[in-house]
Nanobody, 114 residues
C-alpha cells in the first residue's frame, strides 16, 4: 500500500515562500508521474504542478514563474517550492502519484494572509 505524506504547509504573508514536501512510502520510480493539487474552500480540486518519471514538468498558468516542482529519487520525495505567494494560493495542497492506481496524500493547508 502506497502512502504519501505531505508537510511544509502553514501561514505565510503575501509575497512570502513555502516549500511543500511529499514523502512516498516506496520508490517514486514506480510512478508514471507525481503532482500537487490544491482545493480552496468552495472550489474544485485543481492540478497545480506535475512531474513525470523522466522529469518533465507542467504547471497551471496561475503559478507559472512562481512555483517549482522537483523530485529527489534517492529520498522518494517530491517538492513544491512556492514563491511570491498570493492570497488566492490559499488552499489545501494534496500530493498525488499516478501508477496503475491513483494515490493521494491527506493534504497540507497553506494560508496566505497578512
Amino acid at each position: 500500500q502506497v502512502q504519501l505524506v505531505e508537510s511544509g504547509g502553514g501561514l505565510v504573508q503575501p509575497g512570502g515562500s513555502l516549500r511543500l514536501s511529499c514523502a512516498a512510502s516506496g520508490s517514486i520510480f514506480s510512478f508514471n508521474a507525481m503532482g500537487w493539487y490544491r482545493q480552496a474552500p468552495g472550489k474544485q480540486r485543481e492540478l497545480v504542478a506535475a512531474i513525470t518519471s523522466r522529469g518533465s514538468t507542467n504547471y497551471v498558468d496561475s503559478v507559472k514563474g512562481r512555483f517549482t516542482i522537483s523530485r529527489d529519487n534517492a529520498k522518494n520525495t517530491v517538492y513544491l517550492q512556492m514563491n511570491s505567494l498570493k492570497p488566492e494560493d490559499t488552499a489545501v495542497y494534496y500530493c498525488n502519484a499516478k501508477a496503475v492506481l491513483n494515490y493521494w496524500g491527506k493534504g497540507t493547508l497553506v494560508t496566505v494572509s497578512s
